[in-house]
């Protein structure tokens, strides 16, 4: 894991406290099944649940302080076209204007869909010099994130991130390394 100093915080939360993060804009900012580049949106607030083989995540604008919130599902064919995709997702960011900064968590290695669509998001955030964040490897457990602008933070929560929460586990960088493959954390980015 890259031991780096940043500015957002990411933080694992148990499904009790993402549930209550979520409780004021239930279904308003969350980006829903069926997982296409369709659902993405654009809130200073907003999540995705369930995330397994899919790949989620954000770009997030430091001067508007919004996030465009997507999440792919590698098996629906409208999302077969990455070119699509990514044309409709980064329709919603307004590139030049502010500081920005990808997240990306999801993929799970037995599944060469899952390896691919992650690996596509990452390229097409590197392409545009976006520093992006990742958690990889969902260890067949469904997670879910939230981005909350005016905290300038992301929750993570999944059972086994819950489970160590409540058996007392206190240190986040442990609490993601021993639920996921693989963690980089970008410069800006900290995990509390």
Same mark, same amino acid.
Request: glycine content about 6%.
């Given at each position: 894991?890259?031991?780096?100093?940043?500015?957002?915080?990411?933080?694992?939360?148990?499904? %009790? $406290?993402?549930? $209550?993060?979520?409780?004021?804009?239930?279904?308003?900012?969350?980006?829903?099944?069926? =997982?296409?580049?369709?659902?993405?949106? %654009?809130?200073?607030?907003?999540?995705?649940?369930?995330?397994?083989?899919?790949?989620?995540?954000?770009?997030?604008?430091?001067?508007?302080?919004?996030?465009?919130?997507?999440?792919?599902?590698?098996?629906?064919?409208?999302?077969?076209?990455?070119?699509?995709?990514?044309?409709?997702?980064?329709?919603?960011?307004? $590139?030049?204007?502010?500081?920005? %900064?990808?997240?990306?968590?999801?993929?799970?290695?037995?599944?060469?869909?899952?390896?691919?669509?992650?690996?596509?998001?990452?390229?097409?955030?590197?392409?545009?010099?976006?520093?992006?964040?990742?958690?990889?490897?969902?260890?067949?457990?469904?997670?879910?994130?939230?981005?909350?602008?005016?905290?300038?933070? =992301?929750?993570?929560?999944?059972?086994?991130?819950?489970?160590?929460?409540?058996?007392? $586990?206190?240190?986040?960088? %442990?609490?993601?390394?021993?639920?996921?493959?693989?963690?980089?954390?970008?410069?800006?980015?900290?995990?509390?």
């Amino acid at each position: 894991m890259d031991n780096v100093s940043f500015k957002a915080r990411l933080r694992p939360t148990t499904m %009790k $406290e993402f549930t $209550e993060a979520t409780a004021d804009i239930y279904r308003r900012a969350s980006v829903e099944y069926p =997982w296409t580049a369709k659902e993405t949106i %654009k809130a200073a607030k907003a999540y995705t649940t369930d995330i397994l083989d899919c790949t989620a995540g954000g770009i997030v604008d430091e001067t508007g302080k919004n996030v465009v919130l997507f999440h792919i599902c590698p098996t629906q064919p409208q999302n077969f076209n990455f070119e699509e995709i990514e044309k409709h997702i980064m329709s919603f960011v307004e $590139e030049g204007k502010g500081k920005l %900064k990808g997240f990306l968590l999801g993929s799970q290695k037995m599944f060469h869909d899952s390896e691919m669509m992650f690996k596509r998001l990452h390229r097409m955030l590197r392409n545009r010099n976006i520093p992006t964040t990742i958690i990889k490897g969902n260890k067949d457990d469904k997670s879910h994130i939230l981005y909350n602008a005016a905290k300038d933070e =992301w929750l993570v929560s999944n059972f086994a991130i819950n489970q160590k929460l409540h058996n007392g $586990e206190k240190d986040a960088k %442990k609490i993601l390394t021993d639920c996921f493959d693989e963690i980089k954390i970008a410069e800006g980015d900290f995990i509390q």
